[in-house]
């Protein structure tokens, strides 16, 4: 099964890499974000630190230490290229990067899994339960 736009379509997976022309990864990450129900004072550090981090200098010293960056400067620079054997690999597969989850019920469908996933982490419910109650939701949601 393959996600296709909005609906869920039955295709194989060489059908499905036979509609996606070129060569295409998904990296995996989370964006930084601040919760608008915070007090004012928690907003502001929370605002001052994500400008701090953003920074060209602090991502600098960020690649140099091992970390992934997405400024494009910085993943090109030989600093970041010699920082780890791997991240030459990791700035070509950030040039390709696509979301395939680019999709408006994104959201619900990321509750359903993370849900189940800390369920399963918590010992609260089996790993096979989690997966197909991860399924159930999906299929749910994307029907709708």
């Keep these: 099964m393959a996600l296709t736009g909005t609906r869920l379509a039955r295709c194989s997976d060489e059908e499905l890499l036979g509609r996606l022309k070129g060569r295409f990864t998904c990296l995996g990450g989370q964006g930084l974000s601040v919760n608008a129900r915070v007090d004012a004072a928690r907003k502001t550090a929370a605002l001052d630190y994500i400008k701090w981090f953003s920074t ?8 140099a230490n091992g970390g992934f960056t997405a400024d494009t400067a910085i993943l090109k620079s030989d600093t970041f290229k010699k920082a780890a054997p791997y991240n030459p690999l990791f700035e070509e597969a950030f040039g390709m ?11 619900q469908l990321l509750t359903a899994a993370q849900d189940n ?11 096979e339960d989690a997966t197909k109650a991860i399924q159930t939701a999906h299929e749910r949601i994307l029907r709708r």
């Design 117 to 127: 996933i800390s369920s399963t982490l918590q010992g609260k419910m089996k790993p």
């Design 56 to 63: 060209k200098e602090t991502q600098t010293k960020w690649a």
């Design 97 to 107: 990067m696509r979301d395939f989850w680019n999709i408006p019920k994104y959201d």
